[in-house]
Structure formats: C-alpha cells, structure tokens
C-alpha cells in the first residue's frame, strides 16, 4: 500500500474523530450494510435486529470501528497488525472476501454523512486505507 504522507495525516485525523463515536458510526455502517446487502447476514445467525439500535448491531459495529481506529495507528505495518483478524476472519468464521469491499463502500459512506470535514483528499485517503484493509483481512481466507 501507498500512503503519502497526507493520506496518513488524513487517515488519522479521521481516527481521531470517530475515536469517541465508534458505537453510532459502527452501528450505522453495520445496519447500512445489512439493508443493502442481505447475504451478508448469514454471518450474524445470533443476532435479534439488524437495525442500528439493535444491541448486537452496536456491539459488532463498536468492535469493527474500534478495530479500524486500532489499525490507524499501525499504517507502516497493517499485514503485521491485521494478521490475527485475517486469520480468524478467513479460517474461523470462513466470511466471503467480497464482503470486506462491500464493507469497506458502506464505511465509506457513513464517514462522510457523519463527518462535515470528509473532503476529496480526505475520502481517497480513507479509500485506499480500507482498500488495504479488506486486502489484508482476505489474505487468509482458504
């Protein structure tokens, strides 16, 4: 992956404004993604609700977002940072790599209703950065 150093900045000005909304982002891009893309709710058989107030839905959107902020500060070394996640992700829970694209556009999506200052530069920064994450939690998949 290639990050100048102003996707970084950017990157991390963004970690540093969804740090302490990680539960409403989360939630709204985990309910976004199950609305749009149903299959992928066969990966949550145990959850009640699907919508962003469901406690399930919170909890998993808290726990990925949390994640993403996490990797934020792992830039220069994501494969090495994401390798448990990969692993647990492609040979425990066997989920479909084209989920974490998908993921990744719905992310998208919500950063910037959320978030006033996501500019250009900003949404091609955050972009390539999930783009390296779906590539690195797919890694392991069998």
Same mark, same amino acid.
């Given at each position: 992956?290639? *990050? &100048? #150093? %102003?996707?970084? *900045?950017?990157?991390?000005? !963004?970690? =540093?404004?969804?740090? &302490? #909304?990680? /539960?409403? *982002?989360? /939630?709204? =891009?985990?309910?976004?993604? +199950? #609305?749009?893309? $149903?299959?992928?709710?066969?990966?949550?058989?145990?959850?009640?609700?699907?919508?962003? =107030?469901?406690?399930?839905?919170? %909890? $998993?959107?808290?726990?990925?977002?949390?994640?993403?902020?996490? /990797?934020? #500060?792992?830039?220069?070394?994501?494969?090495?940072?994401?390798?448990?996640?990969?692993?647990?992700?492609? $040979?425990? *829970?066997? !989920?479909?790599?084209?989920?974490?694209?998908? +993921?990744?556009?719905?992310?998208? !999506?919500?950063? %910037?209703?959320?978030?006033?200052?996501?500019?250009?530069?900003?949404?091609? /920064?955050?972009?390539?950065?999930?783009?390296?994450?779906?590539?690195?939690?797919?890694?392991?998949?069998?």
């Amino acid at each position: 992956m290639v *990050l &100048s #150093e %102003a996707n970084k *900045l950017a990157i991390q000005n !963004v970690a =540093a404004h969804i740090k &302490s #909304e990680t /539960a409403i *982002l989360g /939630a709204d =891009a985990l309910a976004r993604l +199950f #609305e749009i893309h $149903h299959q992928t709710k066969t990966y949550f058989p145990s959850f009640t609700g699907y919508h962003a =107030a469901d406690p399930h839905v919170i %909890a $998993h959107g808290t726990k990925v977002f949390e994640a993403l902020v996490k /990797a934020t #500060e792992h830039l220069d070394d994501l494969p090495h940072h994401l390798d448990k996640l990969a692993e647990k992700h492609g $040979h425990e *829970l066997l !989920v479909d790599p084209h989920n974490f694209v998908l +993921f990744s556009d719905i992310i998208v !999506v919500t950063l %910037a209703l959320h978030l006033p200052s996501f500019t250009p530069a900003t949404h091609t /920064a955050i972009d390539k950065f999930l783009e390296e994450v779906a590539y690195q939690l797919s890694s392991m998949y069998r």
